[in-house]
């Protein structure tokens, strides 16, 4: 009898760590088709480059997940500087965090583009970041972009 009860209550565990995880990813994960989109309700940390961001979409397209940024402003025909370093930037904590990432996207009121997550955009946002720790950047004449800035620490202005 006490053998059965063991195995019953064993069962009764896994069962509702299961459901406690389906639970969890119900909040996390809304089925699209055959792909999913991932809600982001929290920052994610990059070891390798110690960035922090939170994309407003995460979808997965296939074996690859896409980190979706949108913009309210019109791209004028081309994606912005610093909406592609910050796409890039994203694409790199969801490859570290999530997993395997081929490109981003940057969803404009007027139109769309893809940003490849390649080598060379991969050296870019490297670049970028090492630029921006230094306190070489060109700093802004916009003291409120200043004091939202995350790297303000690093260039002494504030």
């Known amino acids: 009898m ?4 063991t195995i019953f209550l064993s069962a009764a565990l896994l069962l509702s760590g299961i459901l406690l995880v389906y639970l969890w990813l119900r909040t996390r994960v809304s ?15 990059s070891r390798t480059s110690g960035i922090v961001g939170k994309p ?9 997940f896409v980190p ?8 004028r025909g081309r994606p912005r500087e610093w909406d592609v370093a910050q796409l890039l930037a994203y694409c790199q904590l969801v490859e570290e965090n999530i997993g395997p990432v081929q490109s981003g996207e940057i969803v404009y009121s007027d139109g769309a583009f893809i940003i490849d997550w390649n080598s060379s955009n991969r050296k870019y946002l490297h670049d970028t970041v090492m630029l921006m720790r230094s306190g070489s950047a060109a700093m802004t004449s916009d003291m409120w972009k200043c004091r939202k800035c995350e790297f ?7």
Not at 2 to 5: G, R
Not at 56 to 64: H, L, N, S
Not at 152 to 158: H, K, L, M, P, S
């Open 31 to 45: 089925i699209v088709g055959q792909d999913m989109l991932l809600r982001n309700d929290a920052p994610i940390y």
């Open 152 to 158: 303000n620490r690093y260039c002494g202005r504030t």
């Open 2 to 5: 006490v053998p059965a009860l």
């Open 68 to 75: 979706v940024e949108h913009k309210s402003a019109a791209s």
């Open 56 to 64: 407003d979409v995460i979808e997965r397209r296939g074996r690859y």
